[in-house]
C-alpha cells in the first residue's frame, strides 16, 4: 500500500494546481472531483503548445498549419474510439459535453424513432442531463419517462428494471455511474436485455469512465456519452459514441459549415458521420488536450494503478466516514467508484460546506443536478465528496477530522 501511496504522490507533481493553497491558507484538498476534476500539466501545455507554434482552423485550409491542426483533431478521434473500444474513429462526435451530446442524440431520435406515447426507460439514479433532454422531446411528442426505483443500498435491480420495458419501450437510458451515490451499474446486463428485446441503450459514462476502462462493444451499447472535464481534460469538449449506422440514420442536431456535402439555396447535402454532427468550428484545442488527457491517463497513470489505488482509498474513506457521529451515508451498494453522498443529523448540508471549505476542503453541497432522486432519498440536499487517484489518506483524515468538528459542533444533543 505504501508504494501505491507514494505512486499517487507523485503523479499529483503533475497537478500544478493541487500545490495552490486555499485563501484562508490551509493546504487545498480537493474532493470536488465528480463535478470537475484538475488538470495535469501536459493538458494544460497542450493550449500553449498549439496557440503559440502551429495554429489555424481545420478541415477547409490549404495552408500547412490547418493541415497539421486538422491531423492532430483527428488523430484526437482516433485517441477516444480506442480508448472507449469504438469499432471507427467514424463512430466518435466531438461535441461541447455529456450534456449536449445527450440533447444531440435526444432530438435526432425525436424526429425519426418517437411516437407519442413512446417511454424511455431511465433509472431513478439519473443526472439531469438524461432527464431534461427527454422533457423537451415530450414537448414535441408526447413520450414519457418510466424510471426504475433503485434498492435500498441505491443499486438498480436487473428484475426492476425489466419489468419496467413494455411495447412501449423505445429506448434504455442509464447513467453507468451515479454521480452522487457512486453506484455502478450494470450496464453489461442491462444491454443484454435491451438487445433481447430490440431496444436501442444510451449510456451516459460521464462518472464511470473516469474510474475503470469502457469497452463499447462488450457492453454491446447503441449510444455512450461523456464530457472531457472530468477525466482531467478541457472543458468545452465532450463524446458521443453512436454505433453504426445510427451516424446513418440520425438527422444532424444543427446546421452549418463543415457538416455538409453540398449546399444550394433549395437544399443541403449532409457530409458522412460525424462530420454531419460537427457543424461549424468546433472546439478544436479542447478535443487534442482530451486526447492528451487520455494519453496521459493510458501511460503514465494506467488503469491498473487507478482501480486498485482507488479501491483502496475507496475502503479507507468509507471505514474513516463510519466514525463520524451521526452520519448517514447514501448508496452502499456494491460496486461502488469512489464518490460519497451523506448528511450528519440534521445539519445543513451546505453549513457543512462552508465549514469544509473554511478548512481548506472542497467538496460540494446541493443537489448535484439529480433532484428526482434527492425526493427518493427524502432530502433536499446532500455533502459529496468525491475522489480522484491523486488523493491522499491524509486528505481523508483531514475530510473526517473536520466532519467530526462539525457534528460536535452544530449537533451537541446525541
Ligand atoms: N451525467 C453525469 C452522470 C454527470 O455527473 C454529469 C455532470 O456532473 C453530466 C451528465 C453532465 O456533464 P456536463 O455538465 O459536463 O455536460
Request: proline share 6%; charged share 20%.
Amino acid at each position: 500500500m505504501q508504494e501505491l501511496i507514494r505512486e499517487a504522490r507523485r503523479l499529483r507533481a503533475d497537478f500544478p494546481l493541487l500545490s495552490q493553497r486555499h485563501p484562508s491558507g490551509h493546504t487545498l484538498v480537493y474532493l470536488d472531483n465528480a463535478a470537475s476534476a484538475q488538470k495535469p500539466k501536459v493538458v494544460i501545455d497542450t493550449f500553449g503548445r498549439i496557440f503559440s507554434t502551429c495554429y489555424a482552423n481545420i478541415h477547409r485550409g490549404i495552408h500547412w498549419m490547418s493541415q497539421d491542426t486538422t491531423r492532430l483533431y483527428e488523430e484526437a478521434r482516433v485517441t477516444v474510439a480506442e480508448f472507449i473500444g469504438a469499432a471507427s474513429e467514424a463512430e466518435i462526435v466531438f461535441v461541447r459535453g455529456a450534456t449536449e451530446g445527450i440533447n444531440l442524440i435526444a432530438q435526432g431520435l425525436r424526429r425519426i424513432l418517437f411516437q407519442p406515447g413512446d417511454e424511455v426507460v431511465v433509472t431513478q439514479a439519473e443526472h439531469h442531463a438524461n432527464i431534461v433532454p427527454w422533457h423537451l422531446v415530450a414537448q414535441e411528442v408526447p413520450i414519457r419517462l418510466r424510471p426504475v426505483p433503485l434498492t435500498p443500498e441505491g443499486g438498480l435491480d436487473l428484475n426492476q428494471l425489466r419489468s419496467a420495458l413494455s411495447a412501449k419501450t423505445r429506448l434504455i437510458a442509464i447513467t453507468a455511474m451515479s454521480n452522487v451515490l457512486g453506484t455502478e451499474m450494470p450496464v453489461a446486463e442491462v444491454a443484454r436485455l435491451a438487445r433481447q428485446q430490440g431496444i436501442p441503450i444510451l449510456v451516459d459514462a460521464c462518472q464511470a469512465v473516469v474510474h475503470h476502462p469502457i469497452d463499447v462493444q462488450k457492453w454491446d451499447i447503441d449510444f455512450l456519452v461523456f464530457s472531457g472535464h472530468k477525466l482531467y481534460g478541457p472543458t468545452g469538449i465532450g463524446v458521443v459514441y453512436m454505433r453504426a449506422p445510427w451516424g446513418e440514420k440520425l438527422p444532424p442536431y444543427q446546421g452549418g459549415g463543415d457538416m455538409i456535402r453540398q449546399v444550394t439555396w433549395e437544399a443541403s447535402v449532409f457530409a458522412p458521420p460525424p462530420a454531419k454532427f460537427e457543424a461549424g468550428t468546433p472546439p478544436i484545442v479542447e478535443a487534442i488536450a482530451l486526447a492528451e488527457a487520455i494519453r496521459y491517463l493510458g501511460r503514465r497513470v494506467g488503469w491498473d494503478f487507478i482501480q486498485t489505488y482507488e479501491a483502496y482509498l475507496t475502503e479507507y474513506a468509507e471505514a474513516c466516514l463510519h466514525s463520524v457521529e451521526g452520519l448517514q451515508l447514501y448508496g452502499t451498494a456494491r460496486p461502488k467508484g469512489a464518490i460519497w453522498s451523506f448528511n450528519i443529523a440534521d445539519i445543513h448540508a451546505h453549513d457543512i460546506g462552508t465549514l469544509l471549505d473554511s478548512a481548506g476542503i472542497a467538496v460540494r453541497v446541493g443537489h448535484h443536478c439529480a433532484q428526482p432522486l434527492m425526493e427518493a432519498l427524502g432530502v433536499p440536499a446532500t455533502v459529496r465528496a468525491s475522489l480522484a487517484f491523486y488523493n491522499l489518506p491524509e486528505e481523508i483524515d483531514r475530510l473526517v477530522h473536520t466532519l467530526q468538528r462539525a457534528s460536535a459542533f452544530f449537533a451537541p444533543a446525541y
